[in-house]
Every structure is written in C-alpha cells, then in structure tokens.
C-alpha cells in the first residue's frame, strides 16, 4: 500500500466516523470500553501483559 493509498483510506474512514451521529459514536465508544473490562475481568493481567509485551516488541 502507498503513501497515497493510506492518506486515502485514512480520510475516508475519518469521514465516515464523522458522518456518523453523535449518539451513535458514544454507543461504539461504550461497546469498546466494555470489550476491554470483560477480557481483563475473566484473564486478569494476563491479555494486557501480553498486549503490551507484542507492542514493546514491534517497535
């Protein structure tokens, strides 16, 4: 993928979020916090040691 292609895609997807209701991006930001609750209240630490030992990594 190029520089272009990405620049691209990127400011479609901006747009797209922003087109979007605000009641609507409120309820997806809910949904994703509740995501990272449930993995952490049935794992423990483990899946965020994990997540942040691959983002050490990969850096």
């Known amino acids: 993928m190029?520089?272009?292609d990405y620049v691209?895609?990127?400011?479609?997807?901006?747009?797209?979020?922003m087109d979007l209701p605000e009641d609507e991006r409120?309820?997806?930001k809910e949904q994703k916090?509740?995501?990272e609750a449930i993995s952490s209240k049935w794992f423990g630490m483990l899946p965020f040691a994990l997540?942040?030992?691959?983002?050490?990594h990969v850096k």
Not at 51 to 56: A, E, G, N, Q, W
């Open 2 to 4: 190029s520089g272009n």
């Open 8 to 17: 691209k895609f990127m400011t479609q997807e901006i747009v797209k979020y």
């Open 51 to 56: 997540k942040f030992m691959f983002k050490k």
């Open 26 to 28: 409120k309820k997806r």
């Open 33 to 35: 916090k509740q995501q």
